[in-house]
Each structure stands twice: as structure tokens, then as C-alpha cells.
């Protein structure tokens, strides 16, 4: 493996250092690499809500480390607890679809008992926001390995939005598939599109890929049902924001589109993701609230407008993909197959490891 390559799969979007939440702007990328360190957990929420964090684990991940911060606040409050608990609920609602955020403040809070003293929660939450991220990257080596184990050697792979280790506490979901598969040799060529309206996959997974040194061809989205159609694809690989526990998937807006072409060509379509992501409280995909985010995402590019003045605009950041689609939904504790009500529900029933 070359250093890059080492590099790559060492690589942290977001890191919890001297008291302060460091993460790499996502919104500067690819053509600015640059740090900002957030000492507020209201920057942190920001953040968030603007995408220079974003991908459902690493939501996630900020959203822990948000909580600390504003433990460290009100350390000296009379109320600390229910400050606390006020912005654990701000954090939580900062973006409404990635399961993860909302999943990693409810494993932080559960642990504020009210006979700790503030500073020993700011310890306790320290040390498990520290794991969630920890816990992240190890789930997705263990989603590398199962989903290399899916593809046949020499295959070409379509993958949509970014799913590196810029969307996830580290090494990545569908992009540890990628990764380990080439590293195994069984993945030849990468086929990543551009992701509209706001080029997660053309600034960030191009980036990520190509630092990695993996063969990759970008393109646009509506190139899609073309490539695929020329037989070279051999399989789809997209992550997840929420799966519901009959498998129905929301990911970024477009993936629908990629399940439906993929059926069309006989191209089996995979989901990879934590099973942090998987929602059991939903029973289908009808009940995931879908972000709707602000029209200018769409209307305008980098500032400019591109796009006639006073035309509507639709922008849903997310759609869903009916469980009927998915081949496989590969998680750190195995693959779910088809009928997925049933493999998701022995797959959460069964204990990590
Ligand atoms: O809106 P974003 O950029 O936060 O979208 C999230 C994504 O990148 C994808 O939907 C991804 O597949 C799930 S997160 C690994």
C-alpha cells in the first residue's frame, strides 16, 4: 500500500483536541484544505446545518462533541443539567434525516445522572463521544471487509455522494467497501457522480479517491443510466442517512434513481452503513422526515446565479429507496439480504463482534 494510501485510510474529517472541536470545512473542499477549531457548541450547530460537517456518522460524531462543549459552558450554572438538556435537543434537531445525530445525543444524555457532579459528566461524556467516533471507523472497517467479500475480482463500481471518511467518524461506509475491495484487487475502477445540486461526490469523493489512488472516472448524474447500460458496471454501492426496519433507505437525493436504473440492467444495488443508521422505531421508509433545504443549493453555484430569477424550486436532500431494491444492506455486524423486515431484525438482535 502506498503512503497515500495510508493516509487516506487514517484520515479524520473531525477530531475532539485541547477542549475544542477541530473539523476539516467541508464547504472549502476540494479546493481549500482548511481547520476550524469551534469552542462553542452552538458553531458546532452551525456547522451542521451549513454542511462543512456532514454525512450521517459524522453528524453524529460532531453532535457528541457539540454536547461537551456545552457541558464545559454551563459547568458553573445552577442549572446545569437542564442547560444541558436544552442543548442536547438544539443539537439533536440541527439536521432532521441522518439517523445518527439524534441516535448520538440519546446515548450521551442517557449517561447524565442527576447525583453526578458537572464535572463529572463533562468527563463521562468526553470519554463517550470519544468512543462513538472511535467505535464509527471500526464499524466501517468491519463494512469494508463484508462488502469486499459481495464483489467479484476486477469490478467496476458506481457510488453516489460521499461516503469517505469526510461523511464518517473514519475510513468510510460504501467508501470502505471501495477501499478495501481495491486494496484486495477485486475493485479495478470507481465511477462517482457528481451529486447534485451541491457536488458532494465531484468535490469530495473525487478528492478522497484520488488521494487514495483508486481509478476513478467522475460524472454527471444524468450520465448514469448511460454508463450503466454499457455492462461495465458491476455493481452499486451508496451509503445511508436512515434505514427503516423494513430495509427502505434514505440517502442522498438521486440514489433512488440509481436503484431503479440498477434494476433495469440486472446490476445489483448495495447499501453500506452502521447499524447506528438503521431506525427499528420506523417501520417503513414513509415515515422518514426528508430534509427540505434552501433553494439557493439549487438556483445558484459557488455564489452565482445560474438559474432563472423567481423559478421554484424543489430540493429535497434526500429520497428513499424502497427495500425491494437494495440486494444488500452491508453492516459492521453482517449483510442483510432480502426479505431485509427479517435479516435487519436478526442483525440488531445480534451483538457486535
Ligand atoms: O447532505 P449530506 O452531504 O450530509 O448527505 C449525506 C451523504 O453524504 C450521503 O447521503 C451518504 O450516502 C450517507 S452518509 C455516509
Known amino acids: 500500500m502506498s503512503t497515500t494510501a495510508i493516509e487516506t485510510t487514517t484520515f479524520r474529517c473531525i477530531e475532539w483536541a485541547d477542549e475544542t472541536v477541530k473539523l476539516i470545512d467541508q464547504t472549502r473542499l476540494p479546493t481549500e484544505e482548511v481547520w476550524l477549531e469551534l469552542h462553542d457548541y452552538r458553531d458546532v450547530i452551525e456547522a451542521i446545518k451549513s454542511l462543512r460537517v456532514r454525512g450521517a456518522p459524522a453528524i453524529g460524531v460532531a453532535g457528541a462533541y457539540a454536547l461537551v462543549l456545552a457541558a464545559q459552558e454551563f459547568v458553573n450554572e445552577p442549572d446545569f443539567t437542564h442547560r444541558l438538556s436544552i442543548s442536547a435537543d438544539e443539537i439533536a434537531d440541527a439536521r432532521p434525516t441522518g439517523a445518527n445525530l439524534a441516535w448520538a445525543i440519546r446515548r450521551m444524555t442517557a449517561l447524565v445522572q442527576s447525583i453526578d457532579s458537572p464535572k463529572q459528566v463533562i468527563e463521562k461524556l468526553t470519554a463517550e463521544s470519544l468512543l462513538i467516533q472511535r467505535e464509527d471507523e471500526e464499524a466501517n472497517r468491519r463494512i469494508g471487509q463484508f462488502g469486499a467479500d459481495l464483489l467479484s475480482n476486477g469490478s467496476s463500481v458506481l457510488t453516489h455522494c460521499n461516503t469517505g471518511a469526510l461523511a464518517t467518524g473514519g475510513y468510510g461506509t460504501a467508501f470502505g467497501v471501495i477501499h478495501t475491495a481495491w486494496s484486495q484487487g477485486k475493485v479495478k475502477h470507481v465511477y462517482a457522480t457528481e451529486t447534485r445540486p451541491l457536488l458532494q461526490g465531484a468535490r469530495l469523493t473525487a478528492w478522497e479517491l ?9 460524472l454527471p448524474d444524468s450520465a448514469a443510466g448511460m454508463i450503466m447500460c454499457q455492462g461495465i458496471i458491476h455493481a452499486v454501492i451508496t451509503g445511508a442517512d436512515r434505514i427503516a426496519a423494513n430495509g427502505d433507505t434514505a440517502n442522498k437525493i438521486g440514489t433512488y434513481t440509481l436503484a431503479v436504473l440498477a434494476k433495469e440492467q440486472g446490476i445489483p444495488f448495495y ?16 415515515q422518514i422526515v426528508i430534509e427540505q433545504r434552501n433553494p439557493d443549493e439549487v438556483t445558484h453555484l459557488r455564489g452565482s446565479r445560474i438559474a432563472a430569477a423567481g423559478v421554484s424550486v424543489y430540493n429535497a436532500a434526500f429520497d428513499v429507496t424502497p427495500a425491494e431494491l437494495i440486494a444488500g444492506i452491508i453492516t459492521e455486524r453482517g449483510v442483510s439480504k432480502k426479505p431485509h423486515t427479517k435479516s435487519l431484525k436478526t442483525l440488531m438482535e445480534r451483538a457486535d463482534g
Open 210 to 218: 484520488v488521494r487514495a489512488g483508486i481509478d476513478t472516472t467522475l
Open 271 to 286: 447499501i453500506a452503513a452502521p447499524t447506528t443508521t438503521i431506525d427499528m422505531s420506523l417501520p417503513s421508509g414513509e
